[in-house]
Every structure is written in C-alpha cells, then in structure tokens.
C-alpha cells in the first residue's frame, strides 16, 4: 500500500497545503503521515476506506488522520471539493495551546454535516491567505475552521428551536457584550425560563454562557489582532478589566498578556 508524504507537498518552510478539484478521479489506497480535511462542496465523493464506504455529499465534511487507510473516487461532473492538509506539529501545536485543548473532529467526528454559509466562510478565510503557507498561516486557518465548523457544540436536535438559535446568536460580538439581560431579548422568554432550560440541557447558567462566548472571542482576538488589552475587555463587555482578566484567566490558565505572547512565539 502506498504512502503519502507530505514533504512531497511542501516545502520545508510551509505547514499548510490546499487545493480545490473538480474533475473526475480516483486515487489508489493509501495512508499518509499528515492530517487532512476534505470539504464537499458540491456532487458526490466516495471514501473508501479497508472494511467498508462512506459516500460523502455537498455540504459534508471528512476528516482523515495519519495512518488512515483510504482511497477516494468521483464520478459526477459536478462534484467540487477542498482538500486542507496540516503538518502534524501544527495539529499537536494546535492541541496544547487552543483553548479547549483539544480538537474535536479528528479521532472523533470522522463526517460532520455544514451549510452552505459555513462553506462560504471556509472560502473567506482561504482566500484571505493568498498564496502564504507558514506556520502562522496554517495556525490562522486551523483557527478559523474550528470556528466555523464549531456551531456552539451545545447546539442539539432535540432542543427547543429557540434555545438552539439562542445558543447561535449569542457567539456574536454586538450580542454577548450586552451580558445576561441580552438571552430574554434574543429568545423572547422570561430569564426564569432561560434560567431553567440551560440548567437542564446544558447544566449552564446564563452566566456561564455568556463568560464562554466572550472568551472565544477574547482568544480570537488575542491571537489575530493587536487589539490593545484595555479595549479587548470593554468589546467583550466588561466594565472591569480585574473582572475581564479573573475570567480570562479562568478559562486559559494564564492572564490575556501572557496568552498573547505564547500564540506570537509560535
């Protein structure tokens, strides 16, 4: 069986490596020594894997670790597909450092339904990179599809419709910074009600949960912009910056300086 590397990819300097196909093809079985995410735009892509298939559709994403064995063949014209590959010191890099300390697709989620907004966005951020492949390129993008890919992971069928668009809307900026009073306007309920679902769904407060959305944002922030500090905890929403730094803390391990300056010296 054949293996993949991916120095046949990339150069020693690059960590990232993508492309965009369209065409018929198949590939013959193999594993390989990288992480890959494979992003059904469009048609059908079939993933054969040693025991069984998984046929993979438009709006899909398919998540191969290093040593999977696998193959993939596409037969429709109008199958497109994006195919990201990662170096695997960024993942493990990646691992230790994000915020949850994990990543929650590979070794897990081997297929993950998305929509076609969160494909967009996928697109967005490819092309904001242009033609740059380093390591804070790779970082950059890794971030930003654990974003996307992650709709809050709170988000279930069997919840409320109105606890799950809660749930959505309150990850946006000009939302979360208005702090708890902000769910009984977004969900039009009482915070009684809202109180009482997120305990029982979730096993959250409605504190919690608007503390979890700021820090996402807090360490997008910390890691792509140069935000100063000060203006960081007022955008989040914090009239305190000791409260902003109690939290930041909380949630990471370290103060949001100290953060900073951890990502930069990747």
Not at 81 to 98: K, P, S
Request: proline share 3%.
């Amino acid at each position: 069986m054949k293996t993949l590397f991916i120095d046949d990819f990339l150069e020693a300097d690059e960590y990232i490596h993508l492309a965009r196909h369209d065409m018929h093809s198949q590939t013959p079985m193999h594993d390989q020594d990288f992480y890959e995410i494979m992003i059904i735009e469009s048609g059908i892509v079939e993933q054969f894997l040693t025991l069984s298939t998984i046929q993979l559709k438009g709006c899909q994403v398919y998540f191969v670790e290093p040593k999977d064995q696998h193959t993939i063949q596409v037969n429709q014209v109008d199958t497109s597909y994006i195919n990201i590959a990662f170096r695997c010191g960024v993942i493990e890099q990646f691992q230790n450092y994000y915020l949850d300390s994990t990543i929650p697709y590979w070794g897990n989620t081997k297929v993950l339904n998305i929509d076609s907004s969160q494909i967009r966005e996928i697109n967005d951020a490819i092309n904001n990179i242009g033609n740059k492949r380093d390591y804070f390129t790779a970082y950059y993008i890794l971030f930003e599809l654990c974003r996307i890919l992650r709709k809050p992971e709170h988000v279930q069928v069997h919840f409320p419709t109105w606890l799950n668009q809660l749930l959505v809307e309150v990850r946006k900026q000009e939302n979360f910074m208005q702090g708890v009073s902000v769910l009984a306007k977004l969900s039009n309920r009482s915070s009684e009600h809202i109180s009482r679902e997120l305990k029982k769904h979730i096993g959250m407060r409605p504190s919690d949960l608007i503390h979890e959305a700021r820090m996402e944002y807090a360490v997008h922030e910390l890691c792509f912009s140069s935000i100063d500090i000060t203006e960081l905890a007022i955008d989040c929403g914090y009239l305190s910056l000791a409260q902003f730094y109690s939290t930041f803390k909380k949630y990471t391990g370290m103060s949001p300086a100290k953060y900073r300056k951890l990502k930069r010296s990747l």
